[in-house]
């Protein structure tokens, strides 16, 4: 059998763009040729889609944007031929015939049902998540409201947009209490998130989140430390073991995620068979409800008093070498390879 020639996107025009290089980069090399022909897409920071023909090493360099690698391209939402329509400079079109899509980009544009959208007019099937859940795990409000529905316990939160009012943000504030959060909210990596000590800290903060969304999210700040679980698969679930994240002090902001300067993942998380078995039950319930297909990783807090508290899903989790979803099934003996080939196997066969 001819090997799947699946479009792994990467880049975006979202603050996430490096991360998405790096995580691309990854996957990329750890693909089996045998059964993957990948169609390397990347797109600009200014949204521009283009077939990339170079080095790999060019990716997570960010170099690969130049016109000898490059050709311009798009894609047909013709559902009798599925393919990416590129075009060279000496004229005419290429058209790449395609099996599936793997998109690896981080954050809007890219997590939140956009990309995934237009594959589907395509007809073309997307490794991961699609439109609806896509959307759903990036707006953090309905993400709880469906969990909530579903069982799972959640902070209290109020949506906050420009026009609320001071008088009824300030209110809602001080009913949640001190420390809270300001969350953009639909944004990904900790951008524009703040942990405000004080009502005087408010108004920056929301500021900063709208720096990012055009609605903010007022949170409670729930005690305890995170976990997360990394989930394959559809309705019969893989899981890899549930991770803990220690901290220093303040959060799990975006400088924490990707350099751990003070923070320390702990794979498996430091917790009873027991607790780890209530993470994963919530962490499960979460994806069936927020209709996630493929794979993603649930965040969640353990609380002081044995309570299993949902946090968020990322719907395309980081996928370098250190990141969090690798080493959760690395520890369960699945390499980077064999989740790799897992997800795409999951994905064109569904």
Request: charged residues 15%; aromatic residues 8%; negative net charge.
């Amino acid at each position: 059998m001819s090997p799947y020639r699946i479009a792994v996107l990467f880049g975006g025009c979202s603050p996430e763009y490096s991360v998405s290089l790096e995580s691309a980069s990854a996957v990329i090399r750890h693909m089996d040729p045998a059964v993957c022909q990948p169609i390397l897409v990347g797109i600009s920071s200014q949204g521009d889609w283009f077939h990339f023909r170079g080095d790999l090493d060019k990716i997570a360099a960010d170099t690969w944007c130049n016109p000898a690698d490059c050709t311009p391209a798009t894609l047909s939402l013709s559902r009798s031929q599925p393919h990416l329509l590129c075009f060279p400079a000496e004229g005419g079109v290429e058209a790449i015939p395609l099996d599936a899509a793997f998109p690896i980009l981080h954050g809007r544009g890219g997590e939140d049902g956009t990309v995934q959208g237009a594959f589907a007019l395509a007809g073309i099937p997307v490794i991961g998540c699609g439109v609806l859940s896509s959307a759903l795990c990036m707006d953090k409000y309905r993400a709880h409201q469906l969990a909530q529905a579903a069982g799972v316990a959640v902070p209290a939160s109020h949506l906050v947009q420009p026009d609320t009012p001071a008088q009824q943000w300030a209110s809602w504030a001080a009913a949640l209490g001190y420390p809270l959060f300001v969350k953009p909210l639909r944004a990904g990596s900790s951008f524009g998130i703040s942990k405000v000590l004080s009502a005087q800290q408010l108004p920056a903060a929301l500021e900063a989140a709208f720096a990012y969304d055009d609605t903010a999210l007022l949170e409670e700040c729930i005690p305890g430390f995170e976990v997360g679980c990394a989930l394959l698969g559809t309705h019969s679930l893989e899981a890899g073991r549930v991770d803990e994240i220690e901290l220093a002090g303040g959060f799990f902001d975006f400088k924490e995620k990707y350099t751990l300067e003070t923070a320390s993942i702990h794979v498996p998380a430091r917790i009873t068979p027991e607790q780890e078995a209530q993470v994963l039950q919530a962490a499960k319930t979460v994806y069936r409800a927020l209709d996630c297909h493929g794979f993603a990783r649930v965040d969640l807090f353990c609380t002081p008093d044995g309570r299993v508290v949902f946090n968020e899903v990322n719907t395309i989790p980081g996928f370098t070498a250190h990141s969090r979803f690798p080493s959760m099934f690395q520890a369960v003996g699945l390499s980077f390879s064999q989740m790799i080939a897992e997800i795409i196997r999951q994905g064109v066969s569904a």
